[in-house]
């Protein structure tokens, strides 16, 4: 049978996390000052005024260099547990594993073959 008054204190939880930045917006946009003017439209650079425009190019490539690295920084992160518990899983899992890797290896290949591990 189902019993939903187990589920009290997930429900609760679900509805204080999800009133606290609700109302951490609403208190800053009512507690916030307003002020327009040139002043709060120009860029801060540490309390030195600004010298040439503010809007910079950077290059597709850093970007795409950084999610290289989170994307496979992130897949490690997954095979640690597998690797903590190898001896216990058994040969399913070591294939199911062997398979990811195999996955991961192959979008290196392509990431590498598109150039998006070259720095220069």
């Given amino acids: 049978m ?3 008054y187990e589920y009290y204190i997930f429900w609760a939880f679900i509805i204080i996390s999800s009133l606290i930045p609700i109302l ?16 709060k439209l120009s860029s801060y650079e540490s309390g030195i005024e600004p010298m040439g425009v503010a809007w910079l190019q950077f290059r597709i490539r850093y970007y795409m260099f950084a999610l290289v690295f989170v994307v496979f920084d992130v897949e490690m992160v997954f095979l640690y547990p597998w690797a903590m518990s190898f ?3 058994g040969v399913s899992v070591f294939i ?25």
Avoid: M, Q
């Fill in 2 to 4: 189902f019993l939903l």
């Fill in 24 to 39: 951490a917006f609403l208190i800053s946009g009512v507690l916030a000052p307003i002020s327009k003017g040139p002043k």
């Fill in 87 to 89: 001896d216990v899983l």
């Fill in 96 to 120: 199911e594993a062997l398979i990811f890797v195999l996955i991961l290896i192959v979008g290196l290949v392509y990431a590498w073959r598109k150039g998006a591990l070259e720095w220069s």
